[in-house]
């Protein structure tokens, strides 16, 4: 998948795989933020198939050059824009929900297609 048209998207630094759909990454700004990786549900650790999918996530983000977080774009507020109180809102347990690319390429739809995803 290519980097959608509608959203923010900006370079960031891959610190860490957490768990499951969550990654750890550092803005621009120096933060290490957490991102729950958008369109896909992993094993969490201890799940079989975690460390598999622990392995992908780190080869794609620690060997790409260029990496870029995708945020999409919630609904706006009633004045039509969006800010960033729109964005707090959309996220869960203190993550921010996104799509990571490494080197263009989408995190979560690659590992979708190595089968890293969960069945509910």
């Not at 290519?2 to 621009?28: A, M, N, S």
């Not at 995708?70 to 707090?88: E, H, S, T």
Request: overall charge negative.
């Amino acid at each position: 998948m290519r980097q959608p048209p509608y959203g923010y998207c900006i370079p960031v630094k891959y610190i860490r795989y957490r768990d499951g759909d969550t990654v750890i990454v550092q803005l621009r700004t120096g933060q290490d933020t957490a991102i729950r990786l958008d369109g896909i549900d992993t094993p969490e650790r201890g799940e079989e198939g975690y460390q598999k999918a622990n392995d992908l996530v780190n080869e794609l983000l620690e060997t790409a050059d260029e990496i870029a977080l995708w945020i999409p774009l919630p609904g706006a507020g009633k004045d039509g824009k969006l800010d960033v109180i729109d964005i707090l809102h959309a996220s869960s347990f203190d993550r921010i929900p996104g799509r990571l690319f490494a080197d263009g390429l989408d995190v979560s739809e690659v590992m979708s297609r190595f089968g890293y995803r969960r069945t509910k």
